[in-house]
């Protein structure tokens, strides 16, 4: 699997748009990306994932480059409650080795 | 939520006794895995299972063993615990091997410490 490199933390204001991030210039063509976010001490939560094409759910958006050589999460209008540690990782099976890295850890200001 | 439950939640142990920790699912998922958690180590794979009885090594399986004897149970277990297990285990799961196209659910951990 491919690796990640991650800034270790990010501020944002709340109601501003956060936007996090990820290198994996190592990707292979079959490999997703997927973001995964942990709020303190609880299990780790899907976000979002893609292979190619930029994709939107509600929560987040996931904006990946035409080389496929890094990604941005982006939440539109950040709140309080996104104050996590949010992990990019990049995976050939779902199914198989899920790895991650260290994550970005952002919190979210007043 | 996915159905996922981990047990025992929180468990104090002394060093050279065994324990398991039990990983319930109520969605039929076909995977699972097991992570740990420790300060400055994020999360890390210990072993997942792809299958009943089929199960593999992550990357940090020495000192663990688990079982999978039915598709909703995944036991990890510590033969022989020690200090350097103390730490927060995580189970997950996910529907399928299909590329790329499902997500992992986890559960909400279990705190194991060893005196």
């Known amino acids: 699997d491919a690796k990640t490199t991650q800034p270790t933390s990010m501020d944002c204001a709340e109601g501003r748009a956060a936007n996090l991030p990820c290198n994996h210039s190592t990707i292979s063509g079959n490999e997703y990306v997927y973001w995964y976010r942990q709020i303190h001490s609880q299990g780790p939560q899907y976000i979002i994932h893609?292979?190619?094409n930029n994709e939107t759910n509600e929560m987040a958006s996931l904006i990946i480059t035409e080389d496929r050589k890094s990604s941005t999460l982006i939440l539109p209008h950040a709140t309080l409650r996104d104050t996590a540690v949010y992990y990019c990782?990049?995976?050939?099976?779902?199914?198989?080795?899920?790895?991650f890295g260290q994550g970005t850890e952002l919190s979210v200001k007043p | 939520d996915a159905g996922i439950t981990q047990s025992p939640r929180h468990k104090v142990t002394e060093t050279g006794t065994p324990v398991t920790l039990r990983c319930h699912q109520t969605e039929n998922h076909r995977y699972m895995y097991w992570y740990r958690q420790d300060p400055g180590h994020g999360l890390r794979l210990i072993h997942y299972?792809?299958?009943?009885?089929?199960?593999d090594k992550g990357e940090v399986s020495d000192g663990y063993s688990v079982s999978r004897s039915k598709t909703e149970d995944f036991l990890l277990t510590l033969e022989s615990a020690t200090s350097s297990q103390t730490s927060v285990y995580f189970c997950?799961?996910?529907?399928?091997?299909?590329?790329?196209?499902?997500?992992?659910?986890f559960g909400q951990g279990t705190r194991l410490t060893v005196v």
């Open positions: 997950a799961i996910s529907e399928s091997g299909n590329l790329g196209n499902t997500e992992a659910f």
């Open positions: 893609g292979l190619k």
């Open positions: 299972s792809y299958g009943v009885k089929d199960t």
């Open positions: 990782i990049v995976s050939y099976n779902q199914g198989g080795k899920l790895i």
